[in-house]
């Protein structure tokens, strides 16, 4: 008669010597060492909020290494909507889109614009790797064409890179333009006044952007993926059109600025040091009548 050996065991398996340390396997499972600890793959899918973001897409870079340090996977996000604040419209936010829209380019991608503020400049486009047979314009006029345009470009995954002017929209319609950015291969961007800075915004991603005197772009990241962003970051983007023909004089508007303001505050000085001569007033001459 077979009789049954006592198991003196515990529940736990011999762990191979070439098993890591880190992980044991019981009844057949693999699991932390330590209570608390994840598997590796949960541990890689886990995204902490001291910590930037890495993105479970793609991401284009930005073409400015400082600021790809600063956004979340290194680049502007795809499926996903990224919001451009500014002061003014059409300033700089081509400047700052333009490496992005070369690599998209390169790659056989289309460049779509919705109802910009002003007609885009060719010419100046061209200086940035961009023509007319890689770029789509249309130029909706009232917010509700803009909005619908915008929400079918995005559907259709129509565009390798979107840019949308759309000031007046509201908190409810851009979460609606956000749900359906999540199936865009392609990144999107709507550009919005900078008074739209203390709205709710369901954008994962919103740059405030400024331009500077020397040539610079000052960004300022609002929201990210990831901590608070501190300071700005300064971005040097001097127009392609200009690169060859700027004197180094002319790339620092600001010292020639200052420069003007020192020599007028040394002659008001002048003006009044004591002892100098007062300014005379204009003689008068008496005409005799004839």
Same mark, same amino acid.
């Given at each position: 008669?077979?009789?049954?050996?006592?198991?003196?065991?515990?529940?736990?398996?011999?762990?191979?010597?070439?098993?890591?340390?880190?992980?044991?396997?019981?009844?057949?499972?693999?699991?932390?060492?330590?209570?608390?600890?994840?598997?590796?793959?949960?541990?890689?899918?886990?995204?902490?909020?001291?910590?930037?973001?890495?993105?479970?897409?793609?991401?284009?870079? *930005?073409?400015?290494?400082?600021?790809?340090?600063?956004?979340?996977?290194?680049?502007?996000?795809?499926?996903?909507?990224?919001?451009?604040?500014?002061?003014?419209?059409?300033?700089?936010?081509?400047?700052?889109?333009?490496?992005?829209?070369?690599?998209?380019?390169?790659?056989?991608?289309?460049?779509?614009?919705?109802?910009?503020?002003?007609?885009?400049?060719?010419?100046?486009?061209?200086?940035?790797?961009?023509?007319?047979?890689?770029?789509?314009?249309?130029?909706?006029?009232?917010?509700?064409?803009?909005?619908?345009?915008?929400?079918?470009?995005?559907?259709?995954?129509?565009?390798?890179?979107?840019?949308?002017?759309?000031?007046?929209?509201?908190?409810?319609?851009?979460?609606?333009?956000?749900?359906?950015?999540?199936?865009?291969?392609?990144?999107?961007?709507?550009?919005?006044?900078?008074?739209?800075?203390?709205?709710?915004?369901?954008?994962?991603?919103?740059?405030?952007?400024?331009?500077?005197?020397?040539?610079?772009?000052?960004?300022?990241?609002?929201?990210?993926?990831?901590?608070?962003?501190?300071?700005?970051?300064?971005?040097?983007?001097?127009?392609?059109?200009?690169?060859?023909?700027?004197?180094?004089?002319?790339?620092?508007?600001?010292?020639?600025?200052?420069?003007?303001?020192?020599?007028?505050?040394?002659?008001?000085?002048?003006?009044?040091?004591?002892?100098?001569?007062?300014?005379?007033?204009? *003689?008068?001459?008496?005409?005799?009548?004839?």
């Amino acid at each position: 008669m077979a009789t049954a050996l006592p198991w003196t065991g515990d529940d736990e398996e011999p762990v191979p010597a070439s098993f890591p340390s880190s992980q044991h396997r019981i009844r057949g499972r693999r699991t932390p060492a330590r209570p608390g600890d994840l598997p590796p793959d949960i541990e890689a899918a886990l995204w902490r909020g001291d910590q930037l973001g890495s993105p479970v897409t793609s991401v284009v870079s *930005s073409g400015f290494s400082a600021l790809d340090a600063e956004l979340p996977g290194g680049g502007w996000p795809c499926h996903a909507l990224t919001e451009i604040l500014q002061p003014q419209p059409t300033v700089a936010e081509w400047r700052l889109l333009a490496p992005a829209m070369r690599q998209v380019v390169a790659h056989g991608g289309h460049i779509v614009v919705v109802g910009p503020p002003k007609s885009p400049h060719l010419p100046g486009l061209k200086y940035a790797g961009l023509d007319e047979r890689h770029l789509v314009w249309i130029q909706a006029e009232a917010p509700a064409e803009r909005l619908w345009v915008t929400e079918q470009l995005i559907k259709t995954n129509a565009a390798g890179l979107l840019v949308s002017w759309l000031p007046q929209a509201r908190q409810e319609q851009i979460r609606r333009l956000q749900v359906c950015a999540q199936a865009c291969e392609g990144p999107v961007f709507l550009c919005r006044p900078a008074a739209a800075e203390h709205e709710p915004s369901a954008a994962p991603l919103r740059v405030q952007l400024r331009f500077g005197l020397d040539w610079h772009l000052h960004v300022y990241l609002l929201k990210r993926k990831g901590p608070a962003h501190e300071g700005e970051v300064t971005l040097s983007s001097v127009p392609g059109g200009l690169e060859s023909i700027l004197t180094p004089r002319l790339r620092r508007p600001s010292h020639i600025i200052a420069s003007r303001h020192v020599a007028d505050d040394l002659r008001e000085g002048q003006a009044h040091v004591v002892g100098s001569a007062a300014p005379q007033p204009p *003689s008068l001459r008496r005409v005799t009548a004839h």
